[in-house]
């Protein structure tokens, strides 16, 4: 499994999750808790790795990339 970067706005530590959606289909995506000032604390990132059948590699590496 890839290391996740810590979130970019308030340093929390990130761990990749399991989860499913109501129909069953199962996905996973980065997750943290964030401080309650930061953006990410009230939004869901995350994208369709089911659909794209992304590994946990691919979205470590989504999450880790970063704008220069």
């Given at each position: 499994m890839g290391e996740l970067k810590p979130c970019p706005f308030c340093g929390a530590s990130m761990e990749i999750r399991?989860?499913?959606y109501p129909n069953g289909e199962?996905?996973?995506r980065p997750y943290g808790w964030h401080d309650d000032n930061c953006p990410l604390n009230?939004?869901?990132w995350c994208f369709d790795v089911e659909v794209d059948g992304w590994p946990e590699e691919k979205v470590a590496e989504a999450w880790n990339r970063r704008a220069e």
């Open positions: 399991s989860n499913k199962q996905y996973i009230h939004v869901l």
